[in-house]
């Protein structure tokens, strides 16, 4: 019967594949469509008969159609997206005698309804999952990298150099700097450079716990371990951060009874919660940060040796402000970027005058000092560029500057002369005008006059 007819045959096929639950297309070795069935075409908003001798990369998005016939494997139930939609797509190799002449690509669709069903489902599990993603990372991750570490000058560029090279061992790194000059951020910049990125970053400021709950915070404790643990027990820092990195900050404040089970991990690589017997092993990188003279404390017998060996493989110094005030003007304009887009505010910079006072400012506080007063100061001026008048440091510091060098009544005598010369030339020595305007006798503008001996000129 019809059967015998070739042409009858396809057509049956054609009809079949056409109206198929699935949508197919076919691509031959080089991506270009051979053949895509009417729902699959209609969908795409395209014409069935303009799709055929196209690249499918110009007619499907976030097609894999073509690097499947590159790498020759199946690819099975993969999630796409396309016009809006996510598809389950699975797309096969057509192989003669194992060299691959194109690809068959099926995208399983049921009926629109229950589609946009399962659509919506999951969509809300991927945001869902975004959500947890990005609470994660908050929480657990990196807030910095080396992008976010502004600096120009030769000192900057060689230690981010040295940043690069730590981030690609898992040695041991020991910052070293003064408070506010960017350690933490140079921690979290090796961290995310290293391969344990996608793990966790915990922070541990060992000079902001409490003796007594060092431990715990360290290692965690059991269940009933002791009077007032929490139901389930509780995960220590070093437990948090298995596969990770740790970043112990202000080391050098690390009491000493810590300093040896902190050497203890370091060396074993295993923790022994509180109120366990058994020991974990833990995988954790350390990069610890310091603004106190550690090699000094081993000598006053506040640090111990064989911990600071440990932890200082990687030495990395970082220079103060001061040492680098080339670096200033790039860090005014990034940190106001930052503080602008936290506060909303519009600024755009600072005037000359303010800017030449941070060129010669000493800035014990560092990049701190220099971030805490461009926020007040941004908070404070009135327009888009930031006056001296609002910046607190400079007022104060001309006072000081002028208190410092003279006494009060050379000070006030000073002025009284100045405003003495000003007021008499303003009236061209009229000296009644002159002492009606100073609120004096004539008499006493006399005096004054003879006193400073001042002339007409
Ligand atoms: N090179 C830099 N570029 C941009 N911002 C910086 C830079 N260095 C430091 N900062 C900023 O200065 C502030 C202080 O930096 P950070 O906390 O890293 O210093 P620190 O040396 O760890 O200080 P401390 O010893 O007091 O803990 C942060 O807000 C940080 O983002």
Known sequence: ????????????????????????????????????????????????????????????????????????????????????????????????????????????????????????????????????????????????????????????VHLKGQVKKAASSDLPVLISGESGTGKELIAHSIHQLSERSGKPFIKVNCGAIPETLFESELFGYEEGAFTGAKKGGKAGKFGLADGGTIFLDEIGDLPSHMQIKLLRVLQEKEIETIGSTVSRKVDVRIIAATNRPLQQMIVQRQFREDLYYRINVIPLNVPPLRDRKEDIPGLVAKLLDKITSRSGKRIIGVENDVMNWFLSHQWPGNIRELENVLEAASHFSPGEIILADFVPGISHERVTAVSGEKSLKEILQETEEKVLRDTLRDCSFDKKKAASLLGIGKTVLYEKIKKYNIQEV
């Not at 019809?2 to 079949?16: Q, T």
């Open 1 to 156: 019967m019809f059967a015998a007819h070739e042409n009858v045959k396809n057509s049956i096929l054609e009809a079949i594949i056409d109206s198929a639950y699935e949508w197919i297309v076919v691509v031959d070795k080089e991506g270009i469509i051979q053949y895509m069935n009417r729902t699959y075409a209609e969908f795409l908003g395209e014409n069935i008969h303009s799709v055929t001798g196209r690249h499918v990369c110009d007619v499907i998005e976030n097609t894999r159609m073509h690097k499947v016939v590159e790498s020759g494997v199946p690819e099975i139930a993969d999630l796409q997206y396309i016009r809006g939609n996510y598809m389950i797509a699975n797309r096969i190799p057509v192989k003669v005698d194992d060299e691959v002449i194109g690809a068959v690509g099926t995208v399983i669709f049921r009926d629109t309804g229950q589609w946009k069903k399962m659509n919506s489902h999951i969509k809300s599990l991927l945001h869902e999952l975004e959500f947890y993603k990005k609470d994660w990372h908050e929480k657990n991750g990196a807030k910095y990298s080396l992008q976010d570490l502004e600096g120009r000058s030769e000192k900057m």
